[in-house]
């Protein structure tokens, strides 16, 4: 009897280990002349090493979620774990963010961009320059090295800020919209990349993303999320292998996956768009 | 750059041309001598007045006041600027009030200052202070505004302390905004020094150029005025120089 309580107790233990960030019940209300409820409640539970992606209708939240995982603000409700410690007032050690805006800074060139947080946290500077070179040759802007964000597209900016987010080696990778100004070739190609890393380094990811098929195409498990205030209205699990590319958007299952995805949103895009009636 | 180069090259023509056609219009009695000089005989008695160190004692004096007040007014703009930045609520209060700043003729209370201080450098700090320390204040605000959040969130996820955010990452960010208030900054404790030691001072330059001017002396008046405006536009010019420098650096193609 007493046996069997531990034995459920330690797989208990084992699941939790398993997850990586956990949300539960949270939400977030932005107060001020007319108080705006953002999100939730919501529950989420993202486990270590998993790919998941976030959609949603503009304005649901998504990006509000991010920064109440990564510890940037704090939830009006709920609770945030990471790594089994409440996030609470500080953004915890092992996430990195890349947020929707461009976050390169002007002053810099493309390498001190990238170099950046390494030299801040007092990296020795041959490793530094390791991670910096290999990080550079990565993302595809070793011609850029010297070049200052402003002589760069606004999708080379989004690697820079990428680049410089993955040199200080997160376990927890967050990115908003990070390919969003890229076109779609480009995008499938960046999705491989971003494959390869997630493989290479065994990093937890959260994409935000407003593509449909890149969600489909990259994820373990893509959440769908409702109109503004944002919460899961379904999460969709793809059941591809870990070893997938940009080729699975010519699989069947992958358009199935992608026509779920638009049927889940279509009626929440319209909502948010304020169409009646959908 | 050559398109840079040609704007460079048509300053300089439109200086020298305007040079060249006053001393035209002096050397061809156009206009009386009596009113204005040549320049070229400005340079030459700046020139005598130089070598035979007449008015290195006024120099020194103007230039050790201005000094004194720059400092001081960046110093002071910038740390009001952060304070009244981090305090929305003063903010709103001290707004009008610093957009309304250059209205008030602050000369006006010159002989208070004296009164005050008496009749030595520090009612010309004071003023020079306190007309340039309101520029370096409106550009500091104006920079911090400028700062994009994301690069204070940036920051946070990198873990840095509030301390190295500020040195690496908001001072940079606002740097170009910073530099426009150094500028102002410096333009107006000159102005401020200068127009001090006009109304009245026992020395520097605007004192010497005051002396001359009723003193009929033209030559003395003419050379000094000539240099405070040498001085002011190199010193403009060469902050320009490197300010744009930056600025390029920055744009946004
Ligand atoms: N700091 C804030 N203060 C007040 N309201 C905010 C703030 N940040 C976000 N909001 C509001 O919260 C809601 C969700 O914003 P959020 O940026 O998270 O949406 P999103 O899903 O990321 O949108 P998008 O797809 O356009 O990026 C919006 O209605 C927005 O106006
Ligand atoms: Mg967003």
Redesign the interface.
């Given at each position: 009897m007493s046996a069997g309580v531990a034995v459920a107790q330690a797989q208990t233990a084992t699941a939790q280990a398993k997850v990586h960030a956990r949300l539960r019940g949270v939400t977030r209300v932005f107060e001020g002349k007319l108080s705006v409820h953002a999100l939730g409640p919501l529950d989420l539970d993202l486990p270590r090493g998993e790919f998941f992606s976030v959609v949603g209708p503009s304005g649901c939240g998504k990006s509000t979620l991010m920064?109440l995982i990564?510890g940037?603000s704090p939830p009006t409700e709920g609770t945030v774990t990471f790594e089994d410690k409440p996030v609470a007032g500080?953004?915890p050690?092992g996430?990195?963010?890349v947020?929707q805006?461009?976050?390169s800074?002007?002053?810099l060139t493309v390498r001190d961009n990238i170099a950046?947080?390494l030299r801040?946290?007092g990296v020795d500077p041959a490793e530094t320059q390791r991670r910096v070179e290999y990080a550079i040759g990565f993302m595809g802007l070793r011609e850029f090295a010297t070049a200052?964000p402003?002589?760069l597209s606004g999708g080379m900016r989004q690697r820079v800020c990428i680049a410089r987010?993955l040199v200080?080696q997160p376990r927890l990778i967050l990115l908003d919209e990070p390919f969003g100004a890229l076109d779609q070739q480009t995008r499938l190609l960046m999705g491989d990349e971003l494959l390869r890393l997630w493989r290479e380094t065994g990093a937890t990811v959260m994409l935000i993303t407003h593509a449909l098929d890149e969600a489909a195409m990259l994820s373990d498990r893509v959440g769908v999320m409702s109109a503004r205030p944002g919460r899961f209205i379904d999460v969709i699990t793809t059941g591809w292998s870990r070893e997938r590319d940009s080729n699975i958007v010519a699989d069947p299952a992958f358009g199935v996956v992608t026509a779920r995805l638009w049927s889940l949103l279509r009626g929440e895009s319209l909502k948010a768009i304020g169409a009646k009636g959908a | 750059m050559s398109r840079q180069a040609a704007i460079g090259w048509t300053r300089v023509a439109v200086i020298v041309g305007s040079i060249l056609l006053i001393e035209a219009l002096c050397r061809l009695k156009i206009i009386n001598p009596l009113t204005l000089i040549p320049p070229s005989e400005m340079a030459a008695s700046l020139w005598e007045l130089i070598v035979t160190g007449k008015v290195t004692d006024d120099i020194a004096q103007t230039f050790s006041t201005v000094a004194i007040a720059f400092v001081l007014s960046v110093v002071t703009g910038f740390i009001l600027g952060a304070v009244i930045h981090a305090l929305p609520r003063v903010r709103r209060a001290v707004d009008p009030l610093l957009a309304s700043y250059y209205s008030i003729p602050f000369f006006v209370f010159y002989p208070l200052l004296i009164a005050l201080f008496g009749l030595n450098t520090i009612p010309l700090i004071v003023i020079g202070f306190v007309f340039a320390t309101a520029a370096m204040v409106i550009s500091t605000l104006n920079g911090l505004d400028r700062v994009?959040r994301?690069?204070s969130?940036?920051t946070?996820?990198?873990?840095?302390s509030s301390s190295?955010s500020v040195l690496?990452?908001t001072l940079?960010?606002a740097?170009p905004y910073l530099f426009t208030g150094l500028k102002l900054a410096l333009a107006y404790s000159f102005i401020g020094v200068i127009a001090g030691e006009f109304i009245l001072s026992g020395g520097g330059l605007g004192y010497s150029i005051a002396y001359a001017y009723n003193n009929f002396d033209n030559q003395t008046m003419y050379a000094l005025m000539m240099f405070v405006l040498v001085i002011a536009t190199v010193m403009n010019g060469a902050l320009h120089v490197f300010e744009q420098r930056?600025l390029r650096?920055?744009?946004?193609?």
């Open positions: 920064d990564a940037l500080e953004v050690d996430i990195g963010a947020f805006e461009d976050a800074f002007p002053w950046f947080g801040r946290a200052y402003a002589q987010t200080m | 994009p994301v690069l969130k940036t946070r996820v990198l873990r840095m190295s690496f990452v940079p960010a740097a930056m650096r920055r744009a946004r193609a």
